[in-house]
């Protein structure tokens, strides 16, 4: 699968991450057939809106890790997609960093979260 890259940074996915979300959509259609007794159709769009809002409030999060990060001057290249979470991806030739710049990488994620609610 070829990568997507969105506001400079490469979005990756490893196969556990396709089945979390093949789950999740399963999942999310079986809540909303058995709650709302909607119809098949309906279930199978409310099941990829619960994988949808999963995979953009991770996104969101780590865009976050990516703000902060950029601000410090040694940048985030890239997510990658694992199970039901992410990680975020740095240099692998990165030179070893002070503790103040991976806590304020660190903390751009929850703080983005936060803004969530």
């Known amino acids: 699968m070829k990568p997507l890259h969105v506001f400079g940074l490469e979005l990756t996915a490893v196969p556990s991450a396709l089945a979390t979300y093949v789950a999740l959509v399963g ?3 079986l809540v909303a057939e058995k709650r709302r007794q909607l119809t098949l159709p309906a ?3 409310a099941g990829l ?3 949808a809002l999963h995979a953009s ?3 969101f999060h780590h865009f976050g890790h990516a703000l902060f990060a950029r601000w410090t001057g040694h940048p985030m290249t890239g997510v990658r997609f694992w199970g039901g979470l992410a990680t975020s991806v740095y240099p692998s030739d990165e030179p070893p960093l002070p503790a103040t710049v991976h806590l304020t990488r660190a903390a ?3 703080l983005a979260s936060l803004l969530l609610g």
């Open 27 to 29: 999942i999310g259609a």
């Open 108 to 110: 751009g994620g929850p």
């Open 49 to 51: 809106a619960v994988a």
């Open 57 to 59: 409030s991770v996104l």
């Open 43 to 45: 279930t199978l769009v």
